[in-house]
């Protein structure tokens, strides 16, 4: 028998919306957000974030290939689920995922292999055996590399990566919107939801590059570029306020209004969610980097890279936290309010083993970085241009490739 | 009043037709040689009202012969507070009817115990499978106790068919919202999407379940299990199409209310004295 508190529903028993789903709003959060970053560079000419801008486009496809995972392993007949765009409902707001993610990849591996174009036809003539076959695939046989064609390119890459910030904002602020559209549920319904949804999953993309960012340049032995470091943190610091001021908004509100609901939302976030609300969320998620991130940002000139470099990392981390949190709270706690709105469960664990349990999420997880290591293998992201060698060099900073 | 009593005794005769029992047969062959019979006097004295009434109903065995016509039905069910004690028989018909899963209710009742605390005190022990243990330890001053059985509202405009992503949970001609089993893909958004916590997700098919109000039953003029077991007549099932059904003269005369009626899904399941406490 589940402990309950107040009356529960009989039926409200039951977490159907398991750890998978709080992983899927993760890891598009997580590809809108890298795109973000990419298209900082791309679109509005951040030259800061050059040494990311490729990285994060990879970076987004990667989470992008495994975003239905967690889904298809929650459905429990995962092979009608095609039915979504073959037969879709107008009136659902499901019914637009198929389109909405089809569109979103299509847009997305057409902006890689654009950016990536000039590398693959230079790797495709330099190789030899397997690994020229590949690259020869990869250039669907297009081997134009000349002035003319870059800029077409630029131009294309350009355009794309524009037409995808409303693409990645549309995939994931429609996450949001498939719970802030439930008036069933007092906890998600709110149209907040979709731009809370958004602003977290930028924090989310920026917080993943630096972390990854810094390993991979540990890993590779190259060194930290320091300005898209600040960059990075000034961007992070921005939208964590923004993010943390909606998530905060939200609650305030309801408090304030005295609303029905808040009888139970409050028991709930005081009571059940405390340690993941209030402890990871709001105070190890929210006020722990938001102090770290101001201290970067306005005293970088006073700090030294190592610092900056380890705030930084710790920052971010806690950031990813706090946004897996966020979803957890989310998802799991709209289902722990009964929709009597009398009662509550006291807790909820997920399973360990089992197809929605933690170790499948774990393993879900790296598979995007997998992803990366094999395209850093054929692609390689992180290769500076001379002139950037140069300008390095005159910056003072050892640069060994 | 004529009429209806009437009509009573058409749609019990309607039922002995479904029983393959010599005896039944016998019985309901009776029956509806006396009721043509008393049909044929009736349309000859007064043609209006009566012989529309008969002509609608859906238990003549022709009809039941030539099979079922959704578009001339539309359901909708009454609960009588007042005369609901709790015995759970409800729970228990519909689990055996359909199979529901140990765990999980098409319908359940909930009891609500007001003492001098803010809010009443709820419970609903399995759902009222097995009846209430007669306690009212945790209250004080019990003022007022009442039982309110509650079962899918059959909502007009239902949350659960809006966001079903491809139709698999759809409304029928007569009213009724289903699922089907054969399409669900157990998203659980509909689950989700339900203000009254009456979908659930079967944990043997792996698809939605829910309340059928006994599609299998009613399509062939039976009640509703629930309704069927009810031994009070707190539940009542009709059709607001017939014009002499109880059922509808209750929604159109008396006093009546919905669950949750600030959600706007207008459930076609009406409560005759129900409390502020409930939602």
């Known amino acids: 028998m589940l402990e309950t508190i107040g009356f529960v529903f009989p039926n409200d028993l039951h977490i159907h919306w398991s750890l998978m789903i709080v992983l899927y709003p993760y890891i598009t959060g997580l590809v809108a957000g890298a795109f973000v970053v990419s298209s900082l560079y791309h679109v509005f000419d951040m030259e800061a974030l050059k040494p990311v801008a490729r990285f994060a486009l990879m970076a987004s496809l990667a989470f992008l290939l495994v975003a239905t995972w967690p889904l298809l392993l929650h459905l429990g007949h995962p092979f009608r689920g095609v039915n979504v765009m073959i037969t879709p409902n107008a009136t659902s707001a499901m019914a637009g995922f198929g389109y909405f993610y089809s569109g979103y990849m299509i847009i997305l591996l057409f902006e890689v292999w654009l950016v990536f174009r000039k590398d693959i036809i230079t790797y495709a003539r330099r190789s030899r055996g397997l690994k020229q076959t590949i690259y020869k695939i990869l250039a669907l046989g297009v081997y134009d590399t000349s002035e003319k064609a870059q800029a077409i390119d630029r131009k294309m890459v350009k355009f794309l990566a524009a037409i995808g910030i409303p693409g990645a904002f549309l995939l994931h602020g429609y996450v949001g919107f498939l719970f802030g559209a439930l008036k069933s549920n007092p906890w998600w319904s709110t149209p907040l939801m979709p731009i809370i949804f958004i602003f977290s999953a930028v924090v989310s993309g920026i917080a993943a590059l630096i972390v990854m960012y810094q390993v991979a340049m540990k890993l590779k032995g190259l060194v930290i570029d320091r300005a898209c470091i600040d960059t990075m943190c000034g961007w992070l610091w921005m939208f964590l306020m923004i993010t943390a001021s909606l998530e905060l908004l939200e609650l305030v509100t309801l408090s304030y209004e005295k609303a029905e609901e808040w009888e139970i939302i409050g028991q709930l976030l005081f009571g059940p969610l405390s340690f993941s609300f209030l402890g990871l969320q709001m105070i190890v998620g929210v006020l722990i980097p938001f102090i770290l991130l101001m201290i970067i940002v306005l005293m970088k000139k006073n700090m030294g890279d190592k610092v900056a470099n380890t705030l930084s990392f710790t920052a971010a981390t806690l950031l990813l936290i706090q946004v897996f949190a966020m979803r957890w709270n989310v998802v799991i706690g709209g289902q722990m309010i009964s929709k009597s709105l009398a009662g509550l469960r006291e807790a909820y664990k997920p399973e360990l083993f089992g197809k929605e349990g933690i170790m499948m999420a774990i393993g879900i997880m790296v598979v995007p970085f997998v992803i990366i290591f094999v395209a850093e293998w054929l692609l390689p992201m992180f290769r500076y241009s001379e002139e950037q060698t140069e300008k390095l060099s005159e910056n003072t900073t050892t640069y060994y490739e | ?279």
């Open chain 2, 1 to 279: 009043m004529e009429p209806i009593k009437e009509k009573r005794v058409l749609r019990e005769r309607g039922i002995g037709m479904k029983d393959i029992s010599r005896r039944g047969f016998l019985q309901a062959a009776m029956g509806a040689s006396v009721l043509g019979a008393l049909s044929a006097v009736l349309s000859a004295v007064v043609p209006g009202k009566v012989k529309q009434a008969l002509a609608s109903t859906k238990v003549q065995p022709e009809k039941v012969r030539t099979g079922y016509d959704p578009y001339e039905h539309y359901y909708s069910y009454i609960i009588n507070l007042h005369k609901c004690i709790g015995c759970g028989s409800c729970v228990r018909a519909c689990k055996m009817e359909n199979d529901v899963p140990t765990g999980f209710y098409r319908t359940w009742v909930e009891r609500y115990q007001k003492g001098e605390e803010e809010h009443a005190r709820i419970d609903s022990p399995d759902g009222g499978l097995y009846g209430f243990p007669a306690t009212t330890a945790g209250v004080e001053g019990v003022t007022k106790a009442y039982f309110v059985p509650k079962m899918c509202n059959h909502c007009d405009e239902t949350p659960c068919v809006q966001v079903c992503p491809f139709g698999a949970s759809y409304k029928t001609p007569d009213g009724l919202i289903l699922v089907d089993g054969d399409r669900c893909m157990g998203c659980s958004y509909c689950v989700q999407a339900c203000p009254y916590g009456s979908r659930f997700i079967n944990p043997h098919t792996h698809t939605a379940n829910k309340c059928t109000w006994c599609y299998h039953r009613v399509s062939k003029g039976l009640k509703p299990a629930c309704a069927h077991a009810c031994p009070t007549g707190t539940r009542m099932f009709g059709d607001i199409k017939d014009p002499y059904d109880p059922v509808r003269h209750i929604i159109e005369e008396e006093r009546i209310a919905v669950l949750q009626p600030q959600l706007l899904t207008k459930p076609k399941c009406y409560y005759i004295g129900l409390d502020k406490e409930v939602r």
